[in-house]
């Protein structure tokens, strides 16, 4: 049977701009996989396995407990998350 689930938890998230901040806050490489590629910003959203994920503009970096990340592109985090609450950078809510 197939049943429907909802998260549980809020998550942290932050909408991506391209700023010299967020590359440095995220540890965001800007680079190029060949000479014919135009330059991408990756993210590495898993550090125990390496992985890379490209970023852009707009898109959502979502923050886990575990130090790791997602990336969401705004259409979809639009329909699927809503604002309960803001964060600074020390973590403290308002």
Same mark, same amino acid.
């Given at each position: 049977? $197939?049943?429907?689930?909802?998260?549980?938890? %809020?998550? /942290?998230?932050?909408? =991506?701009?391209? *700023?010299?901040?967020?590359?440095?806050?995220?540890? $965001?490489?800007?680079?190029?996989?060949?000479? %014919?590629? /135009?330059?991408?910003? =990756?993210?590495? *959203?898993?550090?125990?396995?390496?992985?890379?994920?490209?970023?852009?503009?707009?898109?959502?970096?979502?923050?886990?407990?575990?130090?790791?990340?997602?990336?969401?592109?705004?259409?979809?985090?639009?329909?699927?998350?809503?604002?309960?609450?803001?964060?600074?950078?020390?973590?403290?809510?308002?």
């Amino acid at each position: 049977m $197939i049943k429907k689930y909802r998260e549980k938890g %809020t998550i /942290r998230a932050e909408q =991506y701009q391209g *700023t010299d901040e967020q590359q440095r806050k995220y540890g $965001i490489l800007r680079m190029k996989r060949s000479l %014919t590629e /135009r330059f991408h910003d =990756y993210l590495f *959203t898993n550090y125990s396995s390496n992985s890379l994920s490209v970023v852009e503009n707009g898109d959502w970096i979502v923050s886990f407990e575990d130090g790791s990340y997602r990336i969401l592109p705004d259409d979809f985090f639009q329909q699927t998350y809503e604002e309960v609450g803001k964060y600074d950078e020390t973590g403290r809510s308002d």
